[in-house]
């Protein structure tokens, strides 16, 4: 039985969690994922990330027939490459080497418990047959200084010579717990250990060769004492004193070796807990890189010392796996190190009956696969690895975790021929001129984000205004009034009587002339005429006739720089009706504008590959058939049951390229508590020996013109959506 902490820190978040109010996710959500990495960096994760590591006494038991290595198959049938061992655990610091030893294993006991393991010649040549090209660490005694470390070294020796897959050495196990496991005394801090450790690495070195290389720490955590990476390092435990490619911590989310009470299978898939727990690496992460070294999880499972049942042997552990897998992966923890014996709740599987468990595997292998599928290679013999990140979230989706895949290899994703059209409509009352705005959800996917292609085209069905001519005939009469003047010659004859007085009678003479006179003559006349007025005038008024003109506006858009942008198309009347522009009318018209948008080849990037979506809202099942397994130690307890329905959620996850059809994989089970059910897609694993029984049936997703996929996804559930073409 191992014993280790779970860090302070970890201890400390837990507390924090431990309250459980716990509600399903609502029905729907958006997930946006980046579609290039752009200029931002990510760590890759190792085609080994999910690896081994199985204590030196279990060892003969895993290696007694082919479940193991039927397993590490099927996981570079995926990755493209074999998990990785660890050979060790706490029995480390209790085992020695025997070369006259005929037997691989022999254990020791005291009066209460194994005191020791004894290891022959035939324990390294049959780890050197059974795990044929597997790059193995294998872990030496610290604990027992008897005789200058002899053994250690005589052990190391042996190993080095008839080991051909050996990689690294781990000097001790946990060894910021040895005074608490009893193989060292107080004052005991790492300024005590890195020059123990120093002794034992300059002897192996000198009792085989130069070229020896270790994996460095073996903490159990980074928070007790001094016993930090960071400090391991200035100390000169280091890379640049031994070679040293490789530190390693260990990681438990829950402790099973004291506060048994407090474990919870909630809290084992909350986000919240594992982005906490993880909180105090990256700066151990820093100095290992900063000593151009890598950092790995060189043991971790679910629950310290043993695991606990109905948490190790749940689906739980699948997609805690899962979730915390990745979270390490995109903090540049390079493997992890799943720990298994033959006998424990958190083992992976049981390869044979051993203490009353039946064969089996147990959920968390799924989880495993879950991972392969996530990291198989986009073809065969491709050299691609996948850069992962983090999906930022907004924080009310505590229960939603996302992650990104982005390929290492720049490229140009190649374009799916599909097109698509978006038909929207609106009616709008304008003055000549007219705005018609169509919103265009555009995500950040990278082919939308250059540039688009918008046809439009307008059908205006208006009332159209027409000018009339009317011909007007005015008749008038007007009297005219004339003036002639003449000048006339007259002749006046004048005639003059004289009187004369002669004897009483009057005498009459007469006389006459004639005389010669000229005169003007006024003469005033009346006439009356008829004038006819032909008048044109022009009178614009609207007629009641309608017309409909149909328009074709071909316009580009570009870049949005935000996730949804409103692109304005501006029709001026010009482009509808030239009679418009003569006076300004008020007038309705119904636009329907269709929106054809044509893919633009995208630039050259890291673009997104695969992303995994995690619904971790928890959900139990009370069907009584899923709550144990065959291998598990003992089954779920009864009364469960989540009294609600299990939530179905639509996630709309936008990212990846348009029109391009996606793989979905589900990681699925009946419930967080269910033991046996459990598959990938419909992929399930012998229980006999670990092969395939049922393959996958993956589902298809297409993108739409945005980059969206949407799928739904079940509480308690994990999705993988995989771009095939981005290689
Ligand atoms: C083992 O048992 C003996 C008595 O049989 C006891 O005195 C001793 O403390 C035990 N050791 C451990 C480590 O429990
Ligand atoms: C261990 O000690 C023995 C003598 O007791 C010696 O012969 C042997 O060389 C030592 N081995 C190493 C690796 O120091
Ligand atoms: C490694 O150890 C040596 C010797 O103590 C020391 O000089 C060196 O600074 C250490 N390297 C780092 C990166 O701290
Ligand atoms: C699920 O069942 C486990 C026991 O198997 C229990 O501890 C846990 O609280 C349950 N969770 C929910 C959400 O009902
Ligand atoms: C979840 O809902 C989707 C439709 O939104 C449906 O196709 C799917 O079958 C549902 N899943 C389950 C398990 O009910
Ligand atoms: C896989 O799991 C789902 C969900 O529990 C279940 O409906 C389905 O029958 C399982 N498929 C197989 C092949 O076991
Ligand atoms: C995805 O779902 C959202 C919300 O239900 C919906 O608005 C959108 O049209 C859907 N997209 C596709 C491509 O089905």
């Known amino acids: ?329 995109s903090l540049d923890v390079r493997r992890v190190h799943i720990h298994s014996t033959l006998n424990t709740d958190y083992s992976m599987l049981i390869p044979k009956m051993y203490q009353g468990l039946q064969p089996g595997v147990r959920p968390m292998v799924y989880g495993m696969y879950f991972l392969a599928e996530a990291l198989a290679l986009p073809e065969l013999g491709s050299d691609t690895t996948f850069m992962v990140t983090p999906i930022s979230l907004s924080p009310n989706l505590g229960d939603i975790s996302a992650y990104g895949l982005y390929s290492n290899r720049v490229q140009k994703p190649i374009l799916a021929s599909l097109s698509t059209t978006i038909t929207q409509s609106s009616t709008t009352t304008s003055s000549s001129t007219q705005t018609l705005s169509t919103t265009v959800p555009v995500t950040k996917t990278s082919v939308v984000t250059t540039k688009i292609n918008m046809v439009t085209k307008i059908s205006t069905s208006s009332v159209s205004k027409s000018t009339k001519t009317i011909t007007k005939t005015v008749t008038s009469h007007t009297v005219r009034t004339s003036h002639s003047v003449k000048t006339i010659k007259k002749t006046i004859t004048s005639r003059k009587v004289s009187t004369f007085t002669t004897t009483g009678t009057k005498n009459k003479k007469k006389t006459s002339w004639k005389t010669s006179k000229t005169v003007t003559k006024i003469t005033t006349s009346t006439s009356r005429s008829t004038v006819t007025l032909k008048t044109t005038s022009t009178i614009k008024s609207l007629s009641v006739s309608k017309s409909t003109s149909t328009k074709t506006i071909y316009s580009t858009l570009t870049k949005p720089t935000t996730s949804t942008s409103t692109y304005t198309t501006k029709i001026t009347s010009s482009s509808i009706s030239t009679s418009l522009t003569s006076f300004p009318v008020t007038f309705t018209s119904t636009t329907t504008y269709t929106t054809v948008l044509t893919p633009t080849q995208a630039p050259d990037g890291n673009y997104l590959a695969r992303a995994i979506v995690l619904n971790l809202s928890p959900y139990n099942t009370s069907d009584p058939t899923v709550l144990n397994c065959r291998s598990c130690s003992q089954a779920s307890p009864l009364g469960w049951g989540t009294v609600k329905s299990r939530l179905n959620t639509t996630v709309s996850l936008s990212g990846f390229q348009p029109f391009h059809t996606l793989k979905l994989l589900r990681l699925q089970a009946e419930g967080l508590n269910a033991k046996s059910g459990v598959n990938v897609s419909g992929l399930t694993l012998s229980d006999d020996d670990g092969t395939v029984v049922t393959p996958v049936t993956a589902e298809s997703v297409i993108v739409n013109a945005f980059g969206v996929a949407n799928f739904s996804i079940l509480a308690t559930e994990g999705v993988l959506l995989v771009d095939e073409t981005i290689l």
């Not at 996981?75 to 080497?97: F, N």
């Not at 909350?270 to 890189?289: G, R, T």
């Open 1 to 329: 039985m191992r014993i280790s902490f779970v860090s302070t820190g970890a201890l400390i978040s837990f507390t924090c969690f431990i309250v459980e109010s716990w509600g399903q996710l609502g029905t729907f959500t958006a997930v946006n994922a980046l579609p290039t990495l752009g200029a931002a960096t990510a760590p890759s994760v190792d085609r080994s990330f999910v690896s081994y590591s199985i204590e030196l006494s279990a060892i003969t038991g895993f290696t007694s027939n082919q479940f193991l290595t039927n397993l590490f198959n099927i996981w570079a049938s995926r990755t493209g490459a074999l998990p990785a061992l660890r050979v060790g655990g706490s029995g480390v610091d209790k085992s020695y080497y025997d070369p006259t030893q005929t037997v691989a294993t022999r254990s020791v006991y005291g009066p209460n418990i194994t005191t020791s393991y004894f290891f022959g010649p035939s324990f390294i040549t049959n780890i050197a047959s059974y795990f044929q090209d597997i790059g193995i660490t294998f872990g030496l005694n610290l604990g027992d200084p008897t005789a200058n470390w002899n053994n250690t070294v005589q052990f190391a020796v042996a190993v080095y010579q008839n080991l051909p897959q050996l990689h690294l050495f781990e000097i001790g196990n946990e060894p910021d717990l040895y005074v608490t496991n009893s193989f060292r005394s107080e004052p005991w801090y790492g300024v005590y250990y890195a020059p123990q450790w120093m002794q034992v690495a300059k002897l192996i070195v000198a009792a085989i060769s130069p070229n020896v290389q270790f994996q460095g720490s073996v903490y159990s955590g980074p928070t007790n004492r001094d016993f930090n990476v960071r400090t391991l390092i200035g100390l000169g435990a280091n890379n640049t004193m031994f070679k040293l490619p490789v530190y390693s911590e260990h990681f438990y989310s829950q402790s099973f070796c004291s506060a048994r009470a407090a474990t919870r299978v909630n809290n084992l898939i909350n986000h919240n807990i594992i982005v906490s727990q993880l909180q105090v690496f990256p700066q151990e992460i820093s100095a290992v890189n900063a000593d151009n070294s890598e950092f790995i999880f060189g043991e971790a499972n679910t629950v310290t010392c043993g695991g606990a049942p109905g948490i190790s042997d749940t689906f739980g552990a699948a997609l805690w796996l899962v979730d915390w897998g990745l979270t390490s992966a």
